[in-house]
């Protein structure tokens, strides 16, 4: 069963929900796929530990870890760009396995952009300090740079998410992306999960939320061939 | 901490956990109030157990209601009116209390209506003749009888809803309010969690989803008004 570790922020989280809902089509609720969520958003700020050295987020994500596994859930997605910087040290035998933001994104570049060009990838400082998309994507897809200005104008829309201010956060956003295409981006990717909640899709617009529902509903079609959606019942003992 | 018994169906629980996360205002992440969900869809369906005797869904129910209790839930929401069937049969010294579903209504309805009046409740055929909402509100909103042509329909708009076509649905219950309208309701409470997913809200209708989520947040600060949300750590350890 997928485990979310949410909270962070809830309104990413629900988004993400949403999403996940939306592209797990079925006919009926028992062939939905069975999910648990834990949603405690009062861990650490992934930004700041990431940048000013503050208090770790570490042990409350592995707490969240825990806690989901303990509820059932055999891999976990997490809906928030950031706090995949922790990503392989909560990987370990006593916590399952984590459906990677990035990996997610990734799928999803292959199918729009299958040759490769530069991208460009609006995130948390946090998340652009740690290179967690650095890190993990294939270079076919090398990353712009971030000017500084810019950077600091998606931070603050992102804050502004997180205080409920959505009309004003998306017009920072769109004019993030617009600046981006401007200077050579094939496509953007809405790499902080508080970005799509206050942004629609778009062409060549890649939401990290929307591919890592997509990748968690193939996660379970192909775990599950054998009897879901076809038969409920086998599912919920699986999910039990 | 908030538990969410799920998954009745996915949609309708995203539609409350985006209520909850709205109702719940707060300026940083850490401020906002925790929760866990489960959402295990494979629960037989509740209108058949009532109408037709089809198997009950009480062993899920109480199985989900064990789980949320394990993961820290103190407290129970069910976005599912239908569900309210058993809610007394979901009560017990091992189980947390639940927030039901009709007493959030009569909140809102002692708000609009303070002195009584006739109001119509569209809902499920199972909550219609579980007499859920008759058994347990307030005689002075007594509540107009259904006409049975308008009832088929409504229960088809809810399975429209379950299978994905929001737009067929909104339709069918626009009529039904307006029907009901006209034949004296001074509100319409909209009492099954997939019909508010389709439905915007208006003047003298009742979302029953969104009174529930304000009721969660008002259990939230009532109970812990000493330390939340003016200190989150503190309402970090009471969740953890």
Same mark, same amino acid.
């Given at each position: 069963m997928l485990g979310v570790l949410g909270g962070m922020g809830p309104l990413a989280t629900v988004d993400f929900l949403a999403k996940l809902v939306a592209a797990d089509v079925a006919d009926t609720d028992q062939r939905h796929m069975p999910f648990v969520v834990r949603s405690v958003p009062q861990i650490p700020d992934r930004s700041r530990a990431i940048i000013t050295g503050g208090e770790s987020p570490l042990p409350a994500?592995?707490?969240?870890?825990?806690?989901? %596994? *303990?509820?059932?859930?055999? =891999?976990?997605?997490? /809906?928030?760009? @950031?706090?995949?910087?922790? &990503? #392989? &040290?909560?990987?370990?035998p006593d916590l399952p396995p984590i459906l990677h933001i990035v990996d997610a994104v990734a799928d999803r570049l292959a199918e729009i952009l299958p040759g490769g060009a530069p991208i460009a990838v609006l995130s948390t400082e946090g998340t652009r300090a740690a290179r967690v998309y650095e890190n993990r994507l294939d270079p076919r897809w090398p990353i712009? #740079? @971030? =000017? /500084?200005?810019?950077?600091?104008? =998606?931070a603050h829309g992102i804050a502004l998410v997180k205080a409920g201010r959505i009309e004003a956060a998306r017009a920072i956003f769109t004019d993030a992306v617009t600046a981006q295409r401007g200077r050579g981006a %094939?496509?953007? =990717?809405? &790499?902080?999960? *508080?970005? /799509?909640?206050a942004m629609p899709p778009g062409d060549g617009i890649v939401d990290a939320t929307q591919a890592l529902a997509e990748r968690c509903v193939r996660w379970y079609r192909e775990s599950f061939a054998g009897f879901a959606p076809a038969e409920p019942q086998a599912a919920y003992r699986a999910a039990s």
């Open positions: 994500l592995r707490q969240g870890m825990r806690a989901l %596994a *303990e509820m059932g859930a055999t =891999v976990v997605a997490i /809906p928030c760009n @950031t706090a995949h910087h922790w &990503a #392989d &040290a909560l990987s370990g712009l #740079d @971030t =000017v /500084p200005a810019e950077a600091a104008a =998606v %094939a496509a953007v =990717v809405l &790499a902080c999960t *508080e970005i /799509p909640a």
